[in-house]
């Protein structure tokens, strides 16, 4: 994750490659019910910073203003209805999700199908030269997906600045900064239970 991007701007060739490997991942029922929300410039991208963001964390002396430099955001979008009319179909009457109202779901197969998505795009994006950051969103996104037409019933789990990195020095080398600086990576034998826990 990259938190100092450069204002570069992504070539349309190497976003289409990126989006289209997003839009590859697994899909519960292949609903493939997961849209990417793609803006793109200065204008698309502070308009959603300052509408998703807290005006407090925006004015803080802290504010990470890397962040705000990515030229591309990408608002992955899943979308419960097209989970649960999946599921009402012939094919799937024996699932234990047939008829089962979203809020009634155990695992939201939108968010995960979502989640999935969001891990592809990341890994193409790496693939492609670029650099990415997966973040929370701190406000309620409905203001922004009402003034982007997008329809309500569309849940989002996060966002992706996808660009360049920001240079850092003639040497190339990359520094370790933030959480991953302070706390250790868990061992694999403190991940992985074979067997039992």
Known sequence: MVRCFSDAP?????????????RRGPSAGF???VDLLVLEGRAQTQQFFELTSDPE???APGTLPGVFRAPVI?????DPLVYVSRYAEEDKARSALAGVPAERWPSPFWLVDSSF???LLLLAATDNGLSALFFGLHRDPGQL????GVPERKQVIGAVALGY????????????????ARRPRRRLDEVVHR???
Do not use: H, N, Y
Request: with cysteine; charged share 15%; net charge positive.
């Open 10 to 22: 992504v070539p349309a060739q190497v976003l289409d490659r990126v989006l289209d490997a997003a």
């Open 31 to 33: 609903c493939q019910g």
């Open 57 to 59: 964390f925006l004015a």
């Open 74 to 78: 990408v608002v992955p979008l899943g």
């Open 117 to 119: 998505s969001v891990m």
């Open 145 to 148: 997906l009402a003034r982007l």
């Open 165 to 180: 990195k920001e240079p850092t020095g003639s040497s190339g080398a990359v520094t370790v900064t933030g959480s991953p």
């Open 195 to 197: 067997g039992r826990w």
